[in-house]
């Protein structure tokens, strides 16, 4: 059974920083992409950036690009996610997620069969 824990969420002025974390088990990601996705209140679920687990290509929504840093550790099986000058509009849960072959959509929550519980984020102005 796959299971992804995240941690790192917390309560950030604007302009700061924050790492999240995603710990993976139950079974080998080769084929997999993994991603973060993120839910403000009232909103849908919304793509923020994925990366192929072996090769390592990554996607970014453009609301993130030059902000946010998706990485991963294959010996740790953990990925990661850099978020530096925070916004008021990043405030949402954001949620880990891995999918067998997703890189071919990668924006897609379709794609993701397996989720995280998800981590607060909360930017202050």
């Known amino acids: 059974q796959v299971q992804l824990v995240e941690s790192g969420g917390g309560l950030v002025q604007a302009g700061g920083s924050l790492r999240l974390s995603c710990a993976a088990s139950g079974r080998t990601f080769t084929s997999y992409a993994m991603a973060w996705f993120r839910q403000a209140p009232g909103k849908e679920r919304e793509f923020v950036t994925a990366?192929?687990?072996?090769?390592?290509?990554?996607y970014y929504a453009d609301s993130v690009k030059g902000r946010f840093t998706i990485s991963r550790d294959i010996a740790k099986v953990t990925l990661y996610l850099q978020m530096n000058n925070l916004k008021p509009e990043d405030t949402a849960v954001y949620y880990c997620?891995?999918?067998?072959?997703?890189?071919?959509?990668?924006?897609?929550?379709?794609?993701?069969?397996?989720w995280g519980q998800g981590t607060q984020v909360t930017v202050s102005s």
């Open positions: 997620a891995a999918g067998i072959g997703a890189y071919v959509r990668p924006g897609q929550p379709a794609m993701y069969h397996f």
């Open positions: 990366i192929s687990w072996s090769a390592g290509s990554t």
